[in-house]
């Protein structure tokens, strides 16, 4: 989604721009701009996405070879450290920069036993150093990777993910005699949803007309069902599956949660913010709180802290001047995100790795 809208976003008058997939068919392909020509890697397909890592390094250096980019931009640390050595092999074409969307340090922590994710860790030990500039979605996974890589520091950036490009101007007023709770994410352990189950549980107490929508898919799915019948909310619980574009629900809804242990920056955030839902969110590393920067945008709670969360549900659903303004704040702070505002700042990136 980040790169689509990005490409979407650059000029077409300054950028010829293409977009390299191993696979083709995915769901955010439909946000592509006309002017973005994709290509496919012939032979790199495999039934494991590790084994098409590793079978995309040759074919993708013949089509650097090919298409000689002034900029090679790649992203997510599992695909940089495998389009390195493609870089390398095609005769480094052009600049070579590099998006890290999240912290692999965070992310091993949470899956210590993830062989893959320790090679990518250290893998990312040899490639950082060697790329022309790094750029992270928050200041958080800055600070992690001047850390991590001290030689490429002053190659480090941070520009943050996009928001919609539509936003809405009129603040949300509190849905009548119910109140509707919205989660989007994958359905994994380390968002947290069962956190937010457990919230609901607890404000149902004070709230008995509460719902809670839960938008994605993933191996927790029966989990975190069987959590909700355990604690008597299994009617109160609505599990959508997974959904493209998730704006109508939250403008369909009154609060917006982010439960996560950890992001990278938590995009979805400003997503909500957009059509002015108020939102909560655990005060994980990194993004939230460079997002929620002031009290009048947005709820802080700690990680995996259920109490915290119902009151803080309680609180935001319970004062309609409160309400208001946090839906104000978020439409506000959601502006300095607009898709223009932050391709901009990649325009500025590119442009100056070119002319270096």
């Known amino acids: 989604m980040h790169l689509a809208r990005l490409l979407a976003n650059l000029s077409a008058e300054k950028y010829e721009k293409?977009?390299?997939?191993?696979?083709?068919?995915?769901?955010?392909?439909?946000?592509?701009?006309?002017?973005?020509?994709?290509?496919?890697?012939?032979?790199?397909?495999?039934?494991?996405?590790?084994?098409?890592?590793?079978?995309?390094?040759?074919?993708?250096?013949?089509?650097?070879?090919?298409?000689?980019p002034?900029?090679?931009?790649?992203i997510m640390d599992h695909v940089n450290v495998f389009a390195y050595p493609a870089w390398r092999l095609a005769g480094k074409p052009g600049k070579m920069i590099v998006s890290v969307q999240?912290?692999?340090?965070?992310?091993?922590?949470?899956?210590?036993?993830?062989?893959?994710?320790?090679?990518?860790?250290?893998?990312?030990?040899?490639?950082?150093?060697?790329?022309?500039?790094?750029?992270?979605?928050?200041?958080?996974?800055?600070?992690?990777l001047v850390i991590k890589h001290p030689s490429a520091g002053d190659r480090i950036s941070t520009i943050h993910n996009f928001g919609l490009a539509a936003?809405?101007?009129?603040?949300?007023?509190?849905?009548?005699?119910?109140?509707?709770?919205?989660?989007?994410?994958?359905?994994?352990?380390?968002?947290?949803?069962?956190?937010?189950?457990?919230?609901?549980?607890?404000?149902?107490?004070?709230i008995p007309s509460i719902s809670l929508i839960v938008l994605g898919t993933g191996p927790e799915l029966d989990n975190l069902g069987g959590l909700a019948d355990n604690l008597g909310i299994g009617d109160k619980v609505f599990f959508e599956g997974f959904v493209t574009e998730p704006e109508q629900y939250f403008v369909e809804s009154d609060i917006f949660i982010l439960s996560s242990h950890y992001e990278g920056f938590g995009n979805v955030i400003i997503e909500a913010m957009s059509v002015g839902c108020p939102v909560i969110s655990t005060d994980c590393p990194y993004g939230p709180a460079e997002i929620i920067n002031r009290p009048d945008i947005g709820m802080?709670?700690?990680v995996d802290d259920a109490e915290a969360m119902a009151q803080a549900i309680i609180e935001v659903a319970g004062n309609p001047d409160n309400y208001e303004k946090l839906s104000k704040g978020a439409i506000q702070r959601a502006k300095d995100f607009l898709p223009?505002?932050?391709?901009?700042?990649?325009?500025?990136?590119?442009?100056?790795?070119f002319q270096q």
């Open 167 to 206: 936003i809405k101007n009129t603040p949300k007023k509190k849905s009548e005699g119910e109140l509707k709770i919205v989660i989007c994410g994958r359905l994994i352990r380390l968002k947290g949803f069962d956190t937010v189950i457990k919230a609901v549980s607890i404000a149902a107490k004070e």
């Open 300 to 302: 802080l709670v700690p």
């Open 340 to 353: 223009v505002v932050i391709a901009e700042q990649y325009d500025e990136l590119f442009l100056k790795e």
């Open 18 to 68: 293409h977009l390299v997939l191993i696979k083709g068919g995915g769901s955010y392909e439909s946000q592509l701009d006309v002017g973005t020509k994709v290509h496919l890697l012939e032979g790199a397909q495999s039934s494991s996405s590790t084994k098409s890592l590793f079978k995309s390094i040759v074919p993708l250096s013949k089509m650097l070879k090919l298409l000689q």
């Open 102 to 144: 999240t912290s692999i340090e965070k992310a091993i922590g949470f899956a210590p036993k993830n062989k893959f994710l320790r090679f990518v860790r250290m893998a990312t030990l040899f490639v950082y150093p060697k790329v022309n500039r790094i750029v992270s979605l928050s200041y958080g996974v800055s600070d992690e």
């Open 70 to 74: 002034d900029i090679f931009f790649s």
